[in-house]
């Protein structure tokens, strides 16, 4: 008895105070309340933390509600393309660099220098080389988050496994040379294919570009006019990526079969299992590793990172990354260009938020363990409590290199896959596929420079 | 006041029978009524997006263009059939496909379907276990035989290790993607089997009981009676498979993605178009490849149409010319 009059009680209070709120957060917005779409791709397992961030966003913006519509990432290309092309765009669209680049473009969204300036934006508070990522022809087009560094210069290795081979843990490889070494030591093949790997270099258009810079290569000249992969260092990259996978690894597709069906961030991936002992990944790794396996994340006896290495017989190559390059990363919040001028100036604030505010990206990026492109969110003391392997990161993040890119580097890019697969597969040599992609890239290149000139003559 | 009665009645009555007169000449009417909703569909689903494609395939029409595209002519076709080095390999690849999956879901589809026309008890339920595979969701379908055909530990492989066979790299060699991408064809057999199994119920026994008299074996009622009489069946699932072999697109989209697996060597053609619109942006360029394959499509099955005079046994026709 006593303990329904207690639940009665307590559902009345809970439906009073419901009552009462909802009114009082109602009536926090004297004008007209404005819905924002928030088209993006953080995932189903990243909704509740977003959510958290746009609570933050409409207490602070009683007026602006955001719809949070995280996206499959299935059929993600047409999605995208259709909805910033239609008639009623979303408020406001996650885009990587190359779809920020081409909706720029074609005048699909707008601008945002001047809403910086009105809104008085610091945006120095960001790394040069994150923000600078976002400028288009002169202009900025979107806040960066998270960062487009750290996609390509750390890696994790299982330690475990170099020590058995007797490596010292705490001494992973930090060149090229040392890496085939434990390469060579830990990979066990049969006629299946691979049982334990090493490592795996990557077979792409991307993996070689990563490469590429840590052997003094450059992927093109810093107006993005000129292609350079195809120099000295690029044929000698290529060379070493072909050679490491047919001679150590068994080939390229004992790589594509070693992990087909796997997937890091669902925890079903060979590095969990003890077959996997080098892991070039990016920073989201971090969050990932947390999520599925957070024994193994606190365990740092079992794992260690590392800077990518180097080709150490190359006096000039050093411990570098990549940002910007292609897809993965250099992602922003862009302001489609249809909507009425309050509107985007709604999505603005939010995407200033999600940017720049201490409650925005900043504690996103801390809830997974990965670093902010804003500086200050970086030096935040508390990362040392939740991620065992900060300083790396802090260091990685130096080490990284802004590669410039144009709109048609979607095509470039498909382009430079084939030609590095062609080099995998043996049709032809490493010379002679950089310099046919080189050449068909070039001139895709031209026409793109020479139409957009033209337009802007 | 009698009169003006009457006269109302006659008009009435006269009214009536005009309205009866009209709605009998008019009596088609509906059967129009039944066919608008299809017929509206196809308008504004079909037709309309058919002809604005065509429109847009002579166009540079991009992402982003606002207002009338600008018109290029032909500028479109020249590049399909002088500069893109994907066209003739996309091609190649669905030619490929089509070439060795249309054939292989036919025999497939018609041996089940043989096989399902035996009087055995319990048929209706192997008819259904049968069936079962074409009602799985394609993802679905594909999801599952992506883990058939992994190299290590897939369905596949495994059997083949069984009987001392080597283990093929069904999704990592260039030379075996075209035969996975065939093999997966035959999931959906099932539609082809049912349609195969309408027609072999349709087939009359006593062609078959007067075989049997004449001391026919299997292979000449299999020969004589029923491929004769099913080639309408086998020319109609012939045309329907080819038209959606040229159009195969979700199956390798999820197997192998966009790139179209090593080498390309799965880069079907209709990924070569979702390509071009949606990595490219290039929307006009892809309107005018979708033009090209609606073309190539409607030649074959003209000439299909045309050629089946000579093959395709109509029973009625038949009998009408002699």
């Known amino acids: 008895m006593q303990r329904s009059r207690i639940f009665v009680l307590a559902m009345a209070v809970i439906l009073l105070l419901s009552l009462g709120l909802a009114p009082a957060l109602a009536q926090d917005c004297e004008g007209e ?9 953080w995932g189903a397992h990243r909704e509740a933390l977003m959510d958290t961030l746009i609570g933050h966003f409409e207490a602070e913006n009683p007026c602006i509600r955001v719809i949070n519509q995280v996206q499959p990432w299935d059929n993600r290309a047409e999605l995208l393309a259709t909805a910033a092309a239609s008639s ?22 707008i601008p945002i220098d001047a809403y910086v300036e009105a809104e008085g934006t610091d945006i120095s508070v960001f790394y040069d080389g994150e923000i600078g990522l976002q400028y288009w022809n002169g202009e900025l087009y979107g806040l960066p988050m998270p960062t487009a560094g750290l ?6 290795y299982n330690k475990n496994m170099l020590r058995d081979a007797g490596f010292d843990p705490e001494s992973p490889p930090t060149t090229w040379q040392e890496m085939e070494e434990v390469a060579r030591a830990l990979t066990v093949a049969d006629a299946m294919g691979v049982e334990v790997l090493g490592t795996n270099l990557g077979s792409n258009g991307d993996a070689f570009v990563f490469w590429l810079y840590t052997n003094n290569g450059k992927y093109s000249s810093d107006d993005g006019r000129t292609l350079l992969f195809n120099s000295a260092e690029g044929v000698e990259t290529l060379e070493w990526m072909v050679n490491f996978t047919n001679e150590i690894n068994g080939g390229i597709e004992n790589m594509t079969d070693f992990f087909q069906d796997t997937n890091f961030s669902q925890g079903d991936h060979p590095f969990f299992d003890d077959a996997l002992a080098i892991l070039h990944i990016n920073s989201a790794a971090f969050g990932h590793l947390n999520n599925v396996a957070p024994d193994l994340y606190w365990d740092t006896d079992s794992w260690g990172v590392m800077i990518r290495p180097y080709n150490g017989e190359n006096p000039d190559a050093k411990h570098t990354g990549v940002t910007g390059y292609n897809f993965v990363g250099a992602w922003a919040y862009t302001i489609p260009a249809a909507h009425p001028p ?15 505010h201490e409650l925005g990206g900043c504690a996103f990026l801390f809830a997974q363990s990965r670093p902010s492109p804003v500086k200050a969110c970086n030096e935040n003391p508390d990362y040392y409590e939740i991620n065992p392997y900060w300083d790396k990161v802090k260091e990685a993040l130096a080490v990284d290199a802004p590669v410039q890119i144009t709109p048609v580097q979607g095509q470039l890019a498909e382009i430079l896959t084939n030609s590095v697969e062609e080099a995998f597969f043996g049709v032809k040599s490493a010379e002679d596929a950089l310099n046919d992609a080189h050449a068909e890239m070039q001139a895709l290149l031209d026409e793109f420079w020479a139409e957009f000139d033209a337009n802007n003559m | 006041m009698h009169a003006s009665i009457d006269a109302k009645r006659d008009n009435e009555t006269a009214w009536k029978v005009r309205l009866q007169e009209w709605w009998f000449r008019n009596r088609a009417l509906i059967g129009y009524a039944f066919i608008f909703p299809w017929f509206a569909g196809f308008i504004i689903f079909d037709a309309m997006p058919f002809i604005y494609n065509l429109y847009l395939s002579f166009t540079d029409y991009q992402i982003g263009t606002v207002g009338t595209p600008p018109w290029i002519g032909i500028e479109n076709y020249t590049e399909i059939f002088t500069d893109d080095k994907l066209f003739g390999k996309s091609m190649f690849n669905t030619l490929y496909y089509l070439g060795y999956s249309v054939p292989l879901r036919l025999i497939f589809a018609f041996s089940i379907a043989l096989i399902l026309n035996l009087r055995v008890r319990g048929m209706e339920l192997y008819r259904t276990l049968f069936y079962v595979p074409s009602v799985v969701p394609l993802v679905a379908a594909t999801v599952i035989f992506a883990g058939f055909l992994n190299t290590r530990y897939g369905f596949l492989n495994q059997f083949l290790v069984l009987i001392g066979a080597a283990p093929v790299r069904w999704l990592s060699s260039p030379d075996a993607i075209k035969p996975s991408l065939i093999l997966l064809s035959l999931w959906g057999f099932g539609a082809q089997m049912i349609i195969f199994l309408a027609g072999l119920q349709g ?10 008299i004449d001391g026919g074996t299997g292979w000449h009622r299999l020969f004589y009676i029923t491929l004769p009489l099913m080639t309408p069946t086998i020319f109609f699932n012939l045309l329907i498979g080819l038209i959606d072999g040229f ?20 880069l079907v053609y209709m990924l070569h178009v979702y390509n071009k619109a949606f ?8 309107a005018a490849l979708s033009v090209v394959l609606f073309l190539i499509i409607f030649v074959l ?12 046994f109509y029973g009625d026709a038949q009998d009408d010319e002699t």
Do not use: C
């Not at chain 1, 996609?151 to 994790?156: D, E, H, K, M, R």
């Not at chain 2, 990595?279 to 892809?286: P, Q």
């Open chain 2, 247 to 266: 159009q195969v697109f979700e199956q390798v989209f999820i197997l192998i993605g966009t790139h179209g697996g090593p080498l390309q060597a799965g």
């Open chain 2, 203 to 212: 087939i009359p026994e006593d062609l078959y009981e007067a075989a049997a």
């Open chain 2, 279 to 286: 990595r490219d942006f290039e929307f006009g360029y892809a």
């Open chain 1, 151 to 156: 996609i390509s210069p750390l890696y994790f």
């Open chain 2, 301 to 312: 099955t003209v000439m299909l149409v045309y050629t089946s005079n000579r093959w395709v």
């Open chain 1, 88 to 109: 009623n765009p979303p408020g406001i669209i996650m885009s990587t660099r190359p779809e920020t680049y081409q909706f720029a473009l074609s005048g699909l969204i």
């Open chain 1, 342 to 356: 309050e509107k985007q100036a709604a999505a603005y604030k939010f995407a200033e938020f999600i940017g720049v």
């Open chain 1, 33 to 41: 309340v404005i819905e924002l779409e928030f088209m993006n791709w």
